[in-house]
């Protein structure tokens, strides 16, 4: 097996070329949803998340209905358009 393309190898802490740099593509991606509080979908309603998270790692997502839904019930009530 031979080599016939060139590997791209760089020290390290070298800045990137600009030819290197992703861009994103005119205006593709939305800017991300915000709810009431001011916060991102990600980062409401934290303690309904964590008992969902906890309950699901423990007893699989079938036991865990009524976290599942106390969770969507919150980000509902942030303005989040959950169904």
């Keep these: 097996?031979?080599?016939s393309g060139s590997k791209l190898t760089e020290p390290p802490?070298?800045?990137p070329s600009p030819s290197q740099i992703m861009v994103?593509?005119?205006?593709?991606?939305?800017p991300p949803q915000v709810g009431k509080s001011g916060k991102k979908i990600c980062c409401s309603c934290p303690d309904?998340?964590?008992?969902r998270d906890d309950c699901v790692i423990m007893n699989g997502?079938?036991?865990c209905k009524n976290f599942?839904?106390?969770?969507?019930e919150c980000l509902r009530s942030e303005?989040?358009?959950?169904r």
Excluded: C, L, N
């Design 13 to 15: 802490g070298a800045t």
């Design 79 to 82: 303005g989040f358009d959950i």
């Design 48 to 51: 309904t998340k964590a008992a």
């Design 24 to 30: 994103p593509v005119s205006g593709t991606a939305k």
């Design 68 to 72: 599942i839904e106390a969770h969507k």
């Design 61 to 63: 997502e079938e036991e």
């Design 1 to 3: 097996m031979g080599s």
